[in-house]
């Protein structure tokens, strides 16, 4: 039977979810949760297991059952453990580790950078986090106790329900600067569900036309600090045009320019975005009559051109003008065009079926070209412009990395708020990613090492107990030089 008032001494072994039951002379302590019947519009105790027993000469006795349980969830010992990736990724962000621990509780914190980091360098589903953190220094400074994969999902649920203090999060990682440099560029990307009960999965439409259940992310992103700075989950059918309005009240940010792709134009998208008062930059097809190629058919163009400037070692010249009460510029990379031009010609020996001289002919003040359409809050220069939309290359390279090497382009998820964390753990592994990605583009090591690259040479990296006190593994003179050409000298 379960006494409803407990002695003094058995008193103080109650605690917060758990209830004492006396038993044939005995008291027993269970472990309970609570859960709200709809059925019976009330909140049902239930019972969830058995933790031990107690007595007023002995306390508390842990059943045979809990004391395993209790060996399971203790952090095993382990003397070597991974270094590299710990020290890689909580430099990368120190920054933004500071302000999230100012913003939310530590130890939430840290079972969120230990899931997103396992994420960034293994790719890990939650069942995975607990080997991954027991053999990783991490567990010496973040949830030094052992982490379960429940405690992962709740972490990611807890992230997930506290979107307000997410958001205020983010608004801190803003450039402070007002500069024509400093404005945030927005696209959106696909992660394709079979969840049955998310709620926010629909079928909709995405570039490769397979019309699956699909959720959307809406990310911008800081041009001034090349990374991504704000994230939003948004149903699976609901256009770019409909959701972007809402991130930018909710962000409540300036400078906010939507960079779209090729085929985005038309009359109506664009009168969708008046309306809402958004700033853009869309590039047109080559083929749209609203383009003006004429200055280009004459054949002393550059004559009357007079206007160009220097990108990645190319000569790009261009001129500006005003079609149906909209502003055009429309760009002319001769590199470029001599490239098409040949490409052109090559095929029209190779497939002379598709392609001919008389549609060469056709194409000849095209090729090369680049036609931009624009409103924007303040005025930019056309190498602004030309450079601004070049910046779009580096969101396409984000949501590649995130779908490709971060494992990402499908969920199987299925609470709505644990898949809000596991894209906020998502958005932090890739802040990661894109951080060691500048770096190594600032260092021209691109061509040479990847930032996966990177992460598996930091994976290498150990530490081991030698007489009860840690110590690096040795590195070979080449990493340690090529980890500090980008900063991270720091693994030595």
């Not at 349980?69 to 580790?97: C, M, N, W």
């Not at 206007?307 to 009460?325: A, L, P």
């Not at 002379?352 to 931009?372: A, V």
């Amino acid at each position: 039977m379960l006494l409803m008032y407990l002695p003094q001494w058995a008193l103080a072994f109650k605690e917060s979810k758990t209830e004492i039951k006396f038993i044939k002379g005995t008291y027993y302590k269970y472990e309970v949760r609570y859960q709200y019947n709809k059925d019976k519009k009330r909140t049902d105790k239930i019972t969830v297991r058995l933790l031990g027993k107690l007595s007023e000469t002995e306390g508390f006795v842990a059943s045979d059952k809990n004391l395993l349980r209790q060996d399971a969830d203790r952090l095993p010992v382990v003397d070597i453990k991974t270094f590299g990736l710990y020290h890689l990724f909580s430099t990368l962000l120190s920054a933004e580790i500071i302000s999230l621990k100012a913003s939310f509780k530590d130890d939430v914190i840290e079972k969120l950078l230990c899931y997103a980091m396992m994420r960034w360098a293994y790719q890990s589903p939650i069942k995975r986090v607990a080997n991954y953190h027991a053999h990783d220094f991490c567990s010496e400074h973040w949830s030094k106790e052992s982490m379960t994969d429940k405690q992962v999902s709740a972490t990611l649920k807890f992230m997930g329900e506290n979107r307000q203090a997410v958001v205020s999060w983010m608004k801190e990682q803003l450039p402070s600067s007002t500069t024509k440099n400093s404005f945030v560029m927005m696209d959106s990307t696909h992660i394709s569900s079979v969840s049955e009960h998310l709620g926010v999965n629909a079928r909709g439409y995405n570039p490769s036309h397979d019309f699956d259940k699909q959720v959307r992310l809406m990310y911008l992103f800081a041009a001034e600090l090349n990374q991504p700075v704000y994230y939003r989950l948004i149903n699976g059918n609901i256009t770019d045009i409909k959701s972007m309005s809402l991130c930018i009240k909710e962000m409540n940010v300036k400078n906010v320019v939507f960079i779209a792709d090729k085929g985005f134009y038309s009359k109506a998208n664009i009168a969708e975005l008046k309306k809402d008062a958004m700033h853009y930059i869309i590039p047109l097809q080559r083929t749209n009559s609203l383009i003006d190629f004429s200055p280009l058919r004459k054949v002393d163009f550059k004559k009357k051109l007079t206007d160009y400037f220097k990108y990645q070692e190319r000569i790009i010249w261009y001129y500006t003008y005003q079609n149906e009460e909209q502003q055009f510029v429309t760009f002319l990379d001769e590199k470029l065009r001599v490239k098409e031009e040949s490409d052109y010609l090559l095929r029209v020996k190779s497939h002379p079926e598709q392609n001919t001289m008389d549609k060469f002919y056709e194409k000849l003040t095209r090729f090369g070209t680049l036609t931009l359409n624009y409103d924007l809050a303040e005025s930019l220069t056309p190498q602004q412009l030309y450079e601004a939309y070049k910046q779009r290359n580096e969101i396409e390279v984000m949501f590649d990395s995130y779908k490709n090497f971060m494992d990402a382009d499908k969920t199987f998820m299925q609470d709505r708020y644990v898949l809000e964390g596991w894209l906020m753990a998502n958005f932090l592994a890739m802040m990661a990613y894109y951080k060691l990605f500048t770096r190594l583009k600032k260092q021209n090591l691109l061509q040479k090492y990847s930032p996966k690259d990177i992460i598996e040479l930091s994976k290498a990296i150990y530490k081991l107990k030698v007489n009860g006190q840690w110590k690096t593994s040795e590195i070979t003179v080449k990493v340690k030089s090529l980890f500090k050409k980008i900063d991270i000298d720091y693994l030595t």
